[in-house]
């Protein structure tokens, strides 16, 4: 983990890169010409730190929202039977052990004396209820799928909950980890979502609709109860508004929703610091191999190969990212290091369109197209910065690109109809488990009923799969993903860009920052604000 600061205060100078490459986005710019003084008055309360976060959380019952801001604030005020480590593997939460006696029985024992934030203990009836209510159809929720081979939950006793699956599943357990379902009273109430009772290390005390979502610290937690009083998410849409905030000093914390511009400014204020972690954010650009040109191997790796992705981490993102070689990150329990990669060459490239059928016209020059495609991003500025990066260096290859920015839900609408040549995308989550593969990449997958876009075929990597998915044997199945990673490494259905560092900008009297790769939010319940006393009760 990197922590980068400065005394003093100091204004950024928005000067050119010595690279020939060179970034400099609106938002920054507009955030020079705001920036306000060095002065940094502290919060009436000291007891609270205030959060900036881009979006309202849509759904706080964790049976329930799936959007990103739902699933790090659930992981605050609930608890799952299982959580997740750093390498991605599920551990124990409530439940303080599980045995699986055959592929189709999971028994999980509870952990004795967790309450719920209403002073209730917790009992299996809360686990069966919870899981019940997803697969009876009694709420309506986009989670349901995920639990397609529980058959049935049992409670033989008041601590012990048996989950029977109708077939083996790999990664039944990962489903079972906090933030995927949180554990809920077995009577909550219809209107649950508004007034949400876990047993997590905060507990709920008030929302208003794109302002705030406000927690309080949950003295009677199960394991290490947080220092901090209370934590205050406030709502803030703007980048900008969100970096003169921690300027001024009416802020506390900004997690990874700054532009990479914007951070190297903000470090140098002397009372703020920045906070950065490898991450596990995939960036990529899709293929679609239905499109003519794209369905050639050769021109794929082409493409990659005409990529300067060190450039695009070193300037675009100001060093806030990390190379991708695929979908997991490298902590990730079944990563493969060994795969093909494609460091930028552009004369490797060019061979490669030379052989895949697409020379530079005859007598027209080093500077001749070749090809013609088009990429279509989002209309956030970090892609249409990326898509003109790409179109220049593609340039140089013979290659011209289009760029074609469209608003979210038009371009998700075209991407599952398959109405692309290129798109540029990210997962956020998606890719902690292995599974992922399944989803993206297996034939079956070809949307509607799964992600696979850009329609790629390879009936290996399918039985692969499908062979990872049931596989009981954790080593057996890191072998199996092992050859799935090589096998999409030399097909490249995706080009891979990077994986985001998670990056905290944060005030000076929050200390001992401990962020996960995940960027969830569970940093909160560690974090020690300087000259507040400190809670002695400590966890397991």
Not at 42 to 57: C, E, S
Not at 152 to 160: I, L, R, S
Not at 400 to 426: H, K, S, V
Request: net charge positive.
């Amino acid at each position: 983990m990197r922590r980068i600061g400065a005394k003093g205060c100091s204004r950024a100078k928005a000067g050119s890169s010595t690279s020939s490459t060179s970034f400099i986005s609106i938002a920054l710019l507009t955030f020079l010409l705001l920036l306000a003084s060095c002065s940094s008055p502290q919060a009436a309360d000291p007891g609270t730190v205030t959060f900036l976060i881009d979006t309202m959380p849509a759904n706080l019952d964790p049976r329930i929202g799936t959007d990103a801001q739902s699933q790090r604030l659930h992981s605050l005020v609930f608890s799952g039977l299982l959580e997740r480590d750093a390498e991605m593997n599920p551990r124990g939460d409530l439940a303080e052990r599980w045995e699986s006696p055959d592929p189709l029985t999971y028994v999980f024992h509870l952990r004795r004396g967790v309450r719920f934030h209403n002073g209730r203990e917790l009992t299996s009836a809360d686990v069966k209820s919870t899981f019940d209510s997803i697969l009876s159809g009694a709420i309506k929720t986009p989670k349901r799928g995920a639990f397609r081979t529980l058959a049935a939950v049992e409670t033989p006793d008041a601590a012990t909950v048996v989950f029977r699956l109708r077939e083996p599943f790999a990664s039944f357990l990962w489903n079972l980890t906090r933030p995927s379902v949180g554990i809920v009273p077995a009577d909550a109430a219809a209107d649950f979502a508004q007034h949400p009772i876990g047993t997590g290390p905060f507990r709920f005390l008030r929302a208003r609709q794109d302002e705030e979502v406000v927690l309080e610290r949950n003295a009677d937690y199960f394991r290490r109860v947080p220092s901090i009083e209370r934590v205050r998410f406030r709502i803030v849409p703007d980048a900008t508004v969100r970096a003169l905030e921690l300027r001024k000093g009416t802020a506390d914390l900004v997690l990874n929703s700054l532009s990479p511009d914007m951070v190297p400014v903000l470090a140098r204020q002397s009372d703020l610091e920045v906070t950065q972690q490898p991450g596990t954010t995939y960036w990529y650009v899709a293929y679609n191999l239905d499109a003519p040109a794209l369905g050639r191997r050769e021109v794929r790796q082409a493409l990659a190969y005409a990529t300067d992705r060190r450039a695009l981490v070193t300037y675009l993102l100001r060093g806030q990212a990390r190379l991708a070689d695929g979908l997991l990150p490298p902590n990730h329990w079944a990563y493969e290091p060994h795969v093909p990669r494609y460091e930028y060459d552009p004369a490797r490239a060019e061979r490669l369109l030379d052989a895949a059928g697409f020379p530079r016209p005859a007598g027209a020059g080093g500077h001749a197209m070749r090809l013609k495609l088009t990429l279509k991003t989002s209309t956030e500025e970090i892609t249409r910065l990326l898509g003109a990066v790409l179109q220049e260096q593609w340039r140089r290859v013979g290659v011209e690109l289009e760029l074609r920015p469209l608003e979210l839900a038009t371009l998700y609408a075209d991407i599952t109809r398959g109405n692309f040549q290129l798109y540029t995308l990210r997962w956020v989550g998606g890719n902690n488990d292995p599974d992922i593969f399944e989803f993206v990449f297996h034939s079956r997958k070809i949307p509607p009923d799964g992600a696979n876009r850009g329609h790629y075929r390879n009936p290996r990597l399918d039985a692969l799969v499908d062979q990872a998915r049931v596989e009981a044997d954790r080593e057996r199945r890191r072998q199996l993903y092992s050859e799935v990673q090589r096998i999409v490494a030399e097909d490249l259905p995706y080009l891979n860009l990077w994986l985001s560092d998670n990056v905290l900008v944060h005030r000076r009297r929050v200390t001992q920052v401990q962020l996960a790769p995940t960027g969830d939010y569970d940093f909160l319940d560690g974090i020690v604000l300087k000259d507040l006393p400190q809670i002695q009760k400590s966890g397991l």
